[in-house]
């Protein structure tokens, strides 16, 4: 480690934790070391995860719940045993409250879907209104758009403040009595600012609405304690988290779960079906019908094992670390502007940034060149580009595996890109 980096608090040992990762001893291009900076989008999988899947497929493949045999049980207590990891890793009050999706955008659809067809007092009608914010993934836009579209529900949303933040000045206004859901991201995938959660719930909670978290770049992160949170759901997504593509969580309120409706209907989710009518399991199986993504939650609970080991405290302070040193490094490049907060307490570990008048994906493209992989464009959060009135953006993000000499690889990268453009 070098000088420049010598007072950073806090770090992993990177050395060790990166030989769990195959991917990070790649080269590209000519034999470029990859430098991979887009863990927001999707982290890499430590060793530990891809050997749980190919056990699975090897030594247990076979369907879940139903079968009597050796392996169809071994199955089942795998991923089963999954639902028991993810419980514990976010201190869910109880297991039955752990639904297996395919992703955080389906978890999400699955909360605005049971709110659509809901009796009262959770239904979401033409009288009603919800209440999201300007920052959100389009994960977290989209399904309350068609919520109230379909039932004629009011869409309001908290706007952004010049430095990234949610802007709660009228809180009141946005948050109603007629108010049924509020759903918000902890940490902006775009910006990376950390949301004030207990401010925005505790306003919930006055007005009797619903809140749905959406924690798909915090889980990965930081400790996720569900029942501290004091939300009603909250989603995330495995991929993301050193786990598989294809695997995702919604955790929800034991009473609220039995009272709501299913989102998608077939095997696994029934009690009973006769050619007149059917009656539902109980959660968390009323909500995962079909085969459910076996060997995907088999590796999110390896995933689970791993992060847990290494603990997540130690995971956040090693980012909160990292972040600093970057944001410091980047604020000295020339015309360089980061979208969002520029300290890093109170960010998460995805830095946006515009350069100069060259576009993102030029920036992107050159840095490729040099074997560093950045996130372009708007990041599925369109409204945030339109709020700071520009087209995209390039995106920096770190995870437990990221090292100082990678941010300084990145800041030289942008010196070529600037001397590259004139």
Excluded at 1 to 21: N, P, V, W, Y
Excluded at 127 to 133: L, M, R
Excluded at 328 to 352: C, F, K, N
Excluded at 412 to 422: A, K
């Amino acid at each position: 480690m070098t000088s420049a980096h010598q007072g950073l608090s806090g770090l992993l040992d990177t050395e060790a934790i990166r030989k769990d990762f195959p991917l990070l001893d790649r080269t590209v291009h000519d034999g470029k070391k990859i430098v991979y900076l887009d863990s927001a989008a999707t982290s890499q999988k430590p060793r530990q995860v891809l050997d749980a899947l190919n056990a699975y497929y090897e030594r247990h493949n076979a369907n879940v719940h139903r079968g009597v045999y050796t392996v169809a049980e071994e199955a089942t207590a795998l991923y089963e045993g999954s639902r028991d990891k993810v419980a514990a890793f976010i201190n869910a009050p109880s297991r039955d409250e752990v639904i297996f999706t395919k992703n955080a955008s389906e978890s999400l659809n699955l909360v605005a879907n049971m709110l659509g067809w809901a009796d009262e007092p959770y239904r979401v009608d033409h009288e009603t209104e919800i209440a999201i914010t300007e920052m959100e993934h389009h994960s977290n836009i989209v399904p309350w758009q068609l919520l109230s579209q379909r039932t004629g529900a009011k869409l309001k949303w908290f706007g952004l403040t010049d430095d990234g933040r949610l802007d709660l000045s009228n809180i009141e206004e946005v948050i109603t009595e007629k108010t049924k859901i509020v759903s918000f991201t902890l940490v902006s995938n775009l910006l990376g600012t950390f949301n004030p959660v207990e401010t925005i719930i505790r306003r919930a909670q006055e007005v009797g609405a619903l809140v749905c978290i959406d924690a798909s770049q915090a889980a990965p992160h930081m400790v996720l304690d569900v029942q501290a949170l004091q939300a009603d759901f909250v989603a995330f997504t495995g991929h993301k988290m050193c786990g598989p593509t294809g695997i995702g969580v919604l955790w929800g309120r034991q009473e609220l779960l039995e009272d709501l409706p299913p989102f998608l209907g077939g095997g696994e989710m029934i009690e009973t079906v006769s050619m007149h009518s059917s009656t539902y399991a109980p959660a968390p199986h009323k909500f995962e019908a079909g085969t459910p993504p076996i060997a995907q939650a088999v590796g999110l609970g390896a995933a689970v094992d791993y992060l847990s080991a290494i603990g997540m405290e130690n995971i956040h302070r090693h980012e909160q670390a990292i972040t600093e040193y970057a944001v410091r490094r980047l604020q000295e490049v020339p015309d360089l502007r980061i979208i969002g907060p520029t300290t890093a307490e109170d960010r998460g570990a995805a830095i946006s940034f515009t350069l100069g008048d060259i576009h993102p994906h030029d920036v992107g493209q050159v840095l490729d060149e040099q074997g560093i992989a950045v996130r372009v464009g708007h990041h599925c959060a369109r409204p945030v580009c339109l709020r700071y009135g520009i087209p995209a953006t390039t995106r920096a993000s770190f995870y437990l595996y990221s090292t100082p000499a990678e941010v300084d690889a990145l800041v030289e990268g942008l010196e070529h890109v600037r001397n590259f453009f004139g």
